[in-house]
């Protein structure tokens, strides 16, 4: 069954870095997702994207958050100049269509700024 | 704004019994879904139900949707160790036209051998 990839699978970075997180959505999906879980908290929606271009964000993906779609196959998010409130895990998620259709989850990368 | 909020927080249950959780939400929505997380892992889908459907089975998983209530129940039957997680619901953010889903805080299953 297809799946969502991400790498890495965990990510210690020095405050002040850029990071990039990876993703490999499934091969027919069209819609594409970035979500994050700080520890012991909600899941929280941070990005969508079709067709190469975001079409909706959220409060917390500022100016220091991009997506890219480099290929075909990957999609990445970009975290600028990381804080240590940027540590959590990070979900990809993808979905065939947009509208009531099922978004598949990533198992995560977890993010730690030190 | 939507927020799907799960109930209980926790639940513990013995191995072969139903487990129960339910999903509230705020304003009108076309769809909602469940996930399970298992602990530090990625969420898993479980299943999708539409505003316009009741009820929607999954080997032995029921879902409820109660739109003039709005709220949801997740039934999971003969439940099993495997089953430990926090499960959760999610509703998009906006009746139409949009992709951002909300999630809940999630309740704990936890199912003992």
């Known amino acids: 069954e297809p799946e969502v990839t991400q790498t890495p699978s965990h990510q210690v970075t020095q405050m002040g870095q850029e990071v990039i997180l990876r993703c490999v959505p499934i091969s027919n999906h069209l819609y594409f997702y970035w979500y994050r879980q700080i520890l012991g908290q909600k899941v929280e929606f941070l990005v969508s994207?079709?067709?190469?271009?975001?079409?909706?964000k959220s409060e917390i993906f500022d100016d220091q958050f991009s997506v890219e779609r480099p290929d075909g196959s990957n999609f990445t998010l970009k975290i600028r100049s990381t804080k240590l409130e940027d540590s959590a895990m990070y979900f990809c998620a993808s979905s065939r269509d947009s509208g009531p259709y099922e978004q598949y989850f990533g198992p995560g990368t977890r993010l730690t700024v030190t | 704004s939507q927020q799907g909020e799960e109930d209980p927080q926790a639940l513990s249950i013995q191995e072969g019994e139903n487990a129960t959780m339910n999903c509230s939400y705020k304003t009108s929505i076309n769809n909602l879904q469940w996930y399970r997380q298992n602990s530090g892992r990625g969420l898993v889908h479980l299943i999708l139900i539409r505003s316009n459907e009741r009820e929607k089975h999954s080997g032995r998983l029921r879902v409820t949707l109660d739109t003039s209530k709005k709220s949801s129940s997740l039934l999971i039957t003969a439940s099993r160790a495997a089953d430990t997680a926090s499960y959760f619901c999610a509703t998009p953010a906006t009746t139409s036209g949009t992709y951002k889903y909300i999630f809940g805080t999630g309740t704990r299953l936890k199912v003992l051998a």
């Open positions: 994207f079709y067709n190469n271009e975001i079409s909706e």
